[in-house]
């Protein structure tokens, strides 16, 4: 298996302007997981699905941000308006099992928003 | 609210030296803790999970202690080579929570 993979690697955008960004999980695996990791607050659990369902969303800063899993194999977390601050770099990650299994991560999306 | 911290949060050793990072939590209602390894620009590498029925879990020469009622884990690294430089995070996942929640990291660099 490839592992987690994100699209796109680096993200540069304009503040205002919406940004995607894509997570294909592991094959198998019923837990997706997207994070947020920055200097200052480390990192963060956004929000994870279940068997493509929304779990638990606390961790979503603002109503500008979305996320979807409209099917077991891709997933994404959508920013719009994009502001400065949520420059960051964000990570998928996916696992078996929430409490027995390790979670595997993805390479990140290095968003700037300028 | 759990919070974990690790110490030190920056480690400079050279090549060769066996060294301890160390993780403490607040809360020891946990069904696991796990290592990770975080190289620059790259996602994060599990190492090692550890069940809260579990003491310690070994994979080369990394070992991993849990000490569930101290609220305390320790990663040992033998032996430690360059390659071996990166941070370090150690994470717990809470009851009745499922969400894993981080330290702030150890960052080591191994040098020859």
């Known amino acids: 298996d490839a592992g987690v993979i994100q699209s796109p690697r680096h993200e540069v955008t304009e503040m205002g302007q919406e940004v995607t960004l894509r997570c294909k999980p592991i094959?198998?695996?019923?837990?997706l997981f997207w994070y947020r990791q920055t200097m200052m607050r480390g990192l963060e659990l956004l929000i994870y699905?279940?068997?493509?369902?929304?779990?638990?969303d606390s961790g979503m800063p603002e109503d500008r941000f979305s996320a979807k899993m409209p099917n077991a194999s891709f997933s994404t977390l959508k920013i719009q308006p994009s502001e400065p601050r949520d420059s960051a770099v964000y990570f998928c990650?996916?696992?078996?099992?929430?409490?027995?299994?390790?979670?595997?991560f993805g390479p990140g999306t290095r968003l700037t928003v300028l | 609210k759990q919070e974990v911290t690790q110490i030190p949060a920056a480690l400079s050793v050279p090549e060769g030296e066996n060294l301890v990072l160390n993780c403490s939590f607040t809360?020891?209602?946990?069904?696991?803790l796990q290592w990770f390894r975080q190289d620059p620009g790259k996602g994060l590498t599990s190492l090692l999970l550890?069940?809260?029925?579990?003491r310690e879990q070994t994979s080369g020469r990394l070992n991993a202690s849990l000490d569930k009622s101290s609220g305390r884990s320790t990663l040992y690294i033998a032996a430690s080579q360059p390659g071996d430089s990166a941070t370090y995070l150690c994470?717990?996942?809470?009851?009745?929570?499922?969400?894993?929640?981080f330290g702030t990291g150890t960052r080591l660099q191994v040098f020859p």
């Open positions: 990650a996916s696992t078996l099992g929430l409490r027995t299994d390790t979670q595997y």
């Open positions: 094959s198998g695996h019923d837990y």
């Open positions: 699905f279940n068997n493509n369902v929304p779990i638990d």
């Open positions: 809360d020891s209602a946990i069904y696991n």
């Open positions: 550890i069940q809260s029925s579990q």
């Open positions: 994470a717990v996942t809470p009851y009745n929570t499922d969400k894993l929640i």
